[in-house]
């Protein structure tokens, strides 16, 4: 008798039950998971450490301590954001051990740089919007780390303060206000570009 979850097929299985099935050793149900949500891990990944290929090893990482937690997770369901903590909880460590922390280099795809390059756009347009994300760049390398953290975590992957407390391992109100502080930052020091 064959199983009615052939790999093909696992695709359309829902998260709570490849969840369960990941829980009790099944390796096709894992590798499902982390195709659905892998892009997105990396996605995350590479918008903290400014890297592709530290991306590639973070979200390894994370997906290794998954694979190794799996049976811990209470909610099957919240499968997709336990594995966004996971993997924004592995770039803060990866960023922790690298001590350089001004890696925001590759800041231009998530802040919309790739729209300069239109046909419609004319050359001021795209020396002016060079400059506002080389300014961006500029106030965030400069803003403290925790609330450089809590900014990307917030603005760029569009996490919730609860998940970015869980992400680093803060409270709630520590989170707000370090956000606070960041934005006043940030809209001071880009006051030129409004």
């Known amino acids: 008798m064959t199983d009615p979850l052939v790999p093909d097929r696992l695709d359309l299985v829902p998260d709570a039950l490849l969840v369960g099935r990941a829980a009790d050793g099944d390796t096709a149900a894992f590798e499902t998971l982390a195709r659905r949500y892998g892009p997105l891990m990396r996605a995350c990944a590479r918008r903290l450490t400014g890297s592709y290929a530290d991306a590639d090893d973070v979200v390894q990482e994370a997906l290794v301590q998954a694979w190794k937690q799996l049976d811990t997770l209470r909610e099957p369901g919240a499968v997709k954001s336990w594995l966004l903590r996971l993997t924004g909880s592995r770039s ?35 020396a002016v919007q060079g400059s506002s994300i080389e300014s961006l760049k500029a106030a965030l390398a400069r803003l403290p780390e925790e609330q ?47």
């Open 92 to 126: 803060i460590d990866f960023l922790r051990r690298r001590r350089n922390h001004t890696g925001f280099g590759d800041i231009d795809e998530v802040s919309g740089k790739g729209d300069v390059g239109s046909p419609e756009a004319g050359p001021e347009a795209k």
């Open 148 to 194: 450089r953290r809590c900014w990307v975590l917030k603005e760029f992957n569009g996490q919730s303060y609860d998940q970015i407390a869980q992400t680093l391992n803060i409270s709630t109100a520590s989170v707000r206000g370090r956000l606070a502080r960041a934005r006043i930052t940030l809209v001071r020091e880009m006051e030129e570009w409004r």
